[in-house]
């Protein structure tokens, strides 16, 4: 017990204690911040993104697509592209993560996730939910585990991961969803009770990433079920995932 006193003593308290105001380093690609004005629609950027996430006349990155790689930050000669170290990126309509020149920083928090008064009333005090890898990298899947560690410490919040769908509030799907797993991911969302809501995880859950256009993938379950929550990223910083639940469920 004094052993324990005295580590707890020498390490303080290593948890975020503002979780939603947490410091990133400025490294961090979050959100993009478009001109339009200085771009010449040379489409060197759209032409060079991996998963096709940019468009021009306008300028417009859809984050449902987008790695947050920087090649076409690195490649806009006009610096018509850059991207802020923002990181509450999560949304509860895909066409919110089309972002243009017009869209802020401000903006784009004040639009992204509506308080609704159902999902307040069942799951503002906690929330359970199965994780299914739907045939990622692993990536989004280690940011998730990262999420229970001693810093960001998402277990005080009442948001847990559960080890069975039957334990669950809702499932929080990663990866582009292969013909492999499109059964066990459909199992696993009809093994949860309901009510419970749907979380997208990464660039590949939302889109197909890299993945997309792939023979070996199945996402019909994205079309069949209703989607709750769109957290992009690639991978998803545990912040952002963090932050996007917690505005979800309005937790205080």
Do not use: W
């Not at 784009?108 to 939910?129: D, G, M, P, Q, V």
């Not at 929080?172 to 949860?192: N, Q």
């Not at 199945?218 to 996007?244: M, S």
Request: proline residues 5%; contains cysteine; hydrophobic residues 35%.
């Amino acid at each position: 017990m004094f052993e324990t006193l005295k580590m707890k003593l020498y390490q303080k308290n290593q948890y975020i204690k503002d979780i939603k105001n947490a410091p990133i380093k400025d490294q961090f690609r979050g959100l993009p911040v478009l001109d339009d004005t200085k771009c010449q629609n040379c489409a060197i950027c759209a032409q060079s993104c991996p998963t096709g996430a940019i468009s021009v006349n306008p300028l417009k990155i859809d984050l449902a697509k987008c790695t947050f790689c920087g090649k076409c930050k690195n490649l806009c000669t006009r610096n018509a592209i850059d991207f802020s170290s923002y990181y509450k990126l999560g949304v509860d309509n895909p066409q919110k993560l089309i972002v243009d020149s017009k869209v802020t920083i401000e903006e784009y928090n004040k639009r992204a996730i509506e308080t609704r008064k159902e999902i307040y009333s069942i799951f503002n005090r906690s929330i359970k939910f199965r994780q299914v890898s739907a045939g990622g990298c692993n990536g989004c899947e280690m940011e998730l585990n990262a999420t229970s560690n001693a810093n960001f410490d998402i277990g005080r919040f009442g948001i847990d991961f559960v080890a069975s769908p039957r334990h669950a509030d809702g499932i929080v799907i990663t990866g582009p969803i292969t013909k492999a797993m499109a059964y066990a991911l459909e199992d696993c969302y009809k093994a949860t009770p309901d009510p419970k809501i749907v979380v997208l995880v990464g660039a590949c859950a939302l889109s197909g990433g890299v993945f997309q256009g792939s023979d070996e993938l199945n996402r019909e379950f994205i079309d069949k079920y209703k989607i709750d929550l769109y957290i992009p990223g690639c991978p998803v910083h545990p912040l952002t995932f963090i932050n996007a639940i917690l505005d979800f469920i309005r937790k205080k």
